[in-house]
């Protein structure tokens, strides 16, 4: 019989010492660790949507009675509904089990044990883990003071064993978006270049149109943030066309589930409801922005998101963190190089900004 230890010695050496991602933890978790009850919870960790979705989702998911069969691999109905919305042809779309999936996809199609990938750090933390998963290399071009990227440094380091630069945008603390001019630059190379664009219905701007003009130009979506899908786990990508072939070919079959193609869809017959909440959170937003600048021992970065940077000045970002906490409001921090003492803070509902200020102003 094998032994622990020769399964051990099975295993890729890398994965052994490989960082693991920190998700967030769900309301019930949050709410036995800090013994408040979860409806007094005030959830401003993970960039989700506080006002949940449509209630034409709810009614759609009550109402399916096909959940005993598998979904339709191809998504055909779903990629069609994506091309009206997006004014895309569903030729150049791919569905995923959120935008997660398609990363890994991407990953998996161009890099073989080696390859590189630059990463534009601060940014969302899927990119060198899925990078390390995959056995690529992962290569860090620090973004500027301003979280801006890098364009020259980036180019200096392209070299033939390069296959993909991930660039969010909105980036992921920051808030901030990347030019369509600096994609393009970034375009002129052999690289696949991957726009993450998880943020985009709160910032409008976008570089999809440029997907069917650039062989290596993909960009990333999700219903998690604006449609309030994040629990059920969908996304999309628009490809261009040499590369969908391919990706529907290592894909899982099933990779998207009936219930989340059933909510996708919903989502996208209900896009006034969909609107008005999009339009909430940005208004509310400004008004976060604006009674956290009031604050002197915070610095507040401008955002297109729908969360805001915050650099605690103090140097208690770790005190007011917990301090938070126990008073049931959940808040990410970071204490990297990169982000010393920062926070950044998920946008709520009106009454969950209040509840925030008066807690800090009580705090500091």
Not at 19 to 38: C, F, G, N
Not at 180 to 193: F, K, P
Not at 256 to 280: F, H, W
Not at 322 to 337: A, E, H, M, N, S
Request: hydrophobic share 40%; net charge neutral.
């Amino acid at each position: 019989m094998i032994s622990p230890e020769d399964i051990e010695g099975l295993l890729r050496p890398e994965l052994k010492t490989m960082k693991a991602y920190t998700p967030i933890e769900p309301t019930d978790v949050l709410s036995q660790r800090v013994e408040i009850p979860q409806e007094k919870v005030i959830k401003l960790d993970g960039n989700e949507n506080p006002y949940g979705c449509s209630a034409r989702v709810k009614q759609a998911l009550a109402n399916y009675g096909y959940y005993h069969l598998y979904p339709d691999p191809e998504q055909r109905e779903l990629r069609k509904a994506l091309e009206e919305y997006t004014g895309i042809s569903s030729e150049y779309i791919i569905a995923g089990s959120g935008s997660d999936e398609l990363i890994d996809l991407v990953l998996r199609l161009f890099v073989e044990p080696g390859d590189k990938v630059i990463n534009c750090p601060p940014t969302f933390g899927m990119y060198p883990f899925s990078t390390d998963v995959s056995g690529g290399k992962v290569v860090s071009i620090p973004r500027k003071r301003d979280f801006s990227i890098d364009v020259t440094a980036i180019k200096e380091a392209i070299d033939k064993r390069t296959k993909v630069i991930f660039v969010a945008s909105p980036n992921n603390p920051s808030g901030n978006v990347t030019p369509e001019q600096v994609i393009l630059e970034l375009l002129n190379s052999a690289a696949v270049v991957v726009v993450d664009e998880a943020y985009f219905e709160f910032s409008g701007i976008t570089v999809a149109p440029l997907v069917p003009k650039y062989s290596n130009l993909i960009v990333l979506r999700t219903f998690s943030k604006w449609a309030g899908l994040a629990g059920l786990r969908v996304g999309y990508g628009i490809f261009p066309i040499n590369m969908v072939k391919y990706l529907m070919k290592i894909k899982q079959p099933y990779n998207v589930n009936v219930a989340a193609q059933v909510a996708a869809l919903e989502s996208l017959k209900d896009m006034n409801y969909l609107r008005g909440t999009i339009k909430a959170i940005v208004d509310e937003r400004e008004r976060l922005l604006t009674r956290l600048s009031q604050l002197d021992w915070l610095k507040v970065y401008p955002s297109q998101a729908n969360f805001i940077l915050c650099s605690v000045l103090n140097g208690k970002a770790k005190t007011i963190h917990k301090g938070l906490q126990k008073k049931g409001i959940f808040v990410r921090y970071f204490d990297t190089p990169q982000l010393k003492d920062c926070l950044r803070i998920s946008i709520g509902k009106p009454e969950h900004t209040d509840t925030l200020i008066a807690t800090l102003k009580e705090m500091c």
